[in-house]
């Protein structure tokens, strides 16, 4: 089962890893929730996945295709074939004023879709980016073992801290390495986007060292990341997906403390 929306700098290889690390039956705890490309299938492969999000619209795309994915789908292919680049900037500026939430979680998926990034408020206008097989996995997206929840809180690391339910494994596919991730892009535009969520590496590494849950983070692979978490389980991914020991092969890598 494939996600609906693309996030370019969130996509991984490492899912048969990480389901050796989450045997079936478990409960994760997954935060950054953004395009559900290793929640859902984790979810459909018989482990019971709640992916935290601290970014209203994210949750709102996620709820309303679980309430009625039907509805999100007739408002795409209402609002469908944008070709200005004019008007796609203007919708990102404005989708949290919308006033219905089927038209902004429509909207997500639309600009999600026409943005180069795959971020929903930044990112080029791309025309011939749009996935007409996408529209057709809106309504094939099970939520049986798939729970999306809306954390107010603003700090993630503080979230992971007051799980309150069931939890096994905390997860949390981060992407690309940086002590300062998005504190540089959040100056470009004025405030933190409504679609992103700063991350504070330092206080991940303090978690993982000092929680007694057993936590797993999924990074790009880098020399910095290898470095930074030096103390920790670390398992190397190659660009097919496959386990491998040479770092000179490895494109992503799991940090975990199990």
Not at 10 to 18: C, D, G, Q, T, V
Not at 187 to 196: H, M
Not at 210 to 215: A, L, R, S, W, Y
Not at 232 to 242: A, P, T
Request: aromatic share 14%; glycine share 4%; net charge neutral.
């Amino acid at each position: 089962m494939k996600t609906p929306i693309k996030l370019p700098d969130r996509e991984f290889k490492a899912l048969s890893s990480i389901k050796k690390l989450f045997p079936e039956g478990s409960y994760i705890h997954s935060f950054l929730l953004y395009n559900a490309g290793l929640e859902i299938p984790l979810s459909a492969d018989g482990r019971y996945v709640i992916a935290h999000t601290n970014r209203y619209s994210i949750y709102e795309f996620w709820t309303c295709l679980n309430l009625n994915a039907e509805q999100v789908q007739r408002v795409v292919q209402h609002f469908d074939n944008i070709q200005d680049k004019n008007i796609f900037h203007l919708l990102q500026e404005n989708l949290p004023t919308y006033p219905d939430p089927y038209l902004r979680a429509g909207m997500f998926f639309l600009l999600n879709k026409y943005s180069k990034s795959g971020y929903v408020s930044r990112g080029e206008f791309e025309p011939d980016s749009h996935n007409p097989l996408a529209l057709a996995n809106l309504r094939r997206v099970s939520f049986d073992n798939f729970m999306v929840m809306y954390n107010k809180e603003q700090d993630l690391v503080e979230n992971m801290k007051n799980i309150k339910n069931r939890c096994d494994y905390v997860f949390v596919p981060v992407g690309d390495f940086s002590l300062n991730y998005l504190k540089n892009k959040e100056e470009g535009f004025n405030s933190l986007a409504y679609d992103q969520t700063f991350v504070d590496t330092k206080a991940l590494k303090e978690f993982i060292t000092q929680t007694d849950k057993k936590t797993a983070y999924l990074y790009h692979y880098n020399k910095s990341v290898d470095k930074f978490f030096d103390g920790q389980e670390k398992y190397l991914i190659d660009q097919w997906g496959r386990p491998t020991n040479d770092k000179s092969r490895a494109k992503e890598i799991i940090v975990a403390n199990f």
